[in-house]
């Protein structure tokens, strides 16, 4: 999953287009309506919906969101009585939070809105495949080869997966490509695995791809995928290739190979505990005679792993 940084939002009624995370686009579309959390909490009564202001103060604050029906029904309302787009607000909430057992048994698992930067993309397209099994795969290895072109842009990113089921019956994995200039892939193939449903949103360059695997997994079975990403030809310039990962992995090896044309005078390994907290470079990697520079570890934690390379 590639991640880039982004223009910081604009202000004012015109910032909502811009707001990725439900709270931001809630707290944008009531400064522009210039109501009180008061007058909202009436207006939602009047309408027979019970909702604390305490509640209303904590969804536009990002402290928490709403997910249960009774809530979902309230957030329908706020978009007709803040006179927003059908959907605005319920498209950003993306798929729900990991609940029960799966959250309790994932020590350290973030969510999407931590370690991505295009979160509410991620997930309106994860809400419309209806990724029902997040969380519920361990990972064991991640093994991703990143080919920069002779005009310095990104050629393919080939991925393959191991997985541990956690529980039977678990038989699909969404991925996500990223990539911040919304230069979506024109390519993707998979291996022992099928493509099921595929969604984009152009605007933000996501693209998020349903595999499904050869049969229903039994719990602790281990299942292997394979799948790329490509662009035919003129890809998007690009400088770093970084990984989001929501879940600890056992191993993590990265490769990046790059033509004999176009070599960078510098690579460094990065890593980001939240999208929100600059990369740190950890450490300056060697290029190879074969033009390549990879990072491999072990235990990795949730977070944004990544290289990234100067050209001059």
Excluded: K
Excluded at 28 to 34: K, L, N, P, S
Excluded at 183 to 202: E, F, K, N, Q, S
Excluded at 261 to 290: G, V
């Amino acid at each position: 999953m590639v991640t880039r940084t982004r223009t910081a939002p604009g202000h004012g009624q015109s910032g909502l287009q811009y707001a990725d995370s439900f709270g931001e686009a809630l707290r944008t579309a009531i400064r522009a309506r210039g109501l009180s959390l008061d007058r909202l909490h009436a207006r939602l009564a009047e309408r027979g919906i019970r909702v604390s202001v305490a509640s209303l103060s904590n969804w536009q604050r990002g402290r928490c969101r709403p997910e249960r029906a009774h809530s979902l029904h309230a957030v329908r309302a706020l978009e007709q009585i803040l006179g927003m787009p059908q959907e605005s607000l319920v498209a950003r909430l993306g798929p729900p939070r990991p609940r029960g057992r799966w959250a309790r048994h994932v020590p350290g698992a973030l969510s999407y809105l931590d370690v991505s930067p295009v979160h509410g993309s991620v997930g309106r397209l994860l809400g419309q495949i209806e990724h029902t099994a997040d969380g519920q795969l361990e990972w064991l290895s991640c093994h991703e080869r990143f080919q920069v072109g002779p005009d310095r842009e990104e050629r393919s990113v080939h991925t393959r997966l191991v997985f541990r089921a956690r529980a039977d019956g678990i038989d699909r994995h969404v991925v996500v490509h990223h990539n911040e200039l919304g230069r979506l892939p024109d390519t993707h193939h998979c291996a022992y695995c099928r493509t099921g449903r595929v969604r984009t949103d152009p605007d933000a360059g996501v693209t998020a791809v349903e595999l499904l695997f050869e049969r229903p997994l039994q719990r602790r079975e281990t299942y292997v995928v394979e799948y790329e990403f490509g662009y035919r030809e003129g890809g998007p310039p690009t400088d770093f290739y970084q990984r989001w990962f929501r879940f600890p992995a056992h191993h993590y090896l990265l490769q990046v190979q790059f033509d004999p044309a176009a070599l960078p005078i510098r690579c460094y390994r990065n890593w980001q505990p939240n999208a929100s907290t600059p990369a740190n470079d950890l450490t300056e990697l060697r290029l190879t005679n074969w033009h390549t520079v990879h990072l491999a570890d072990t235990l990795i934690r949730p977070g944004v792993h990544g290289i990234r390379w100067e050209w001059n």
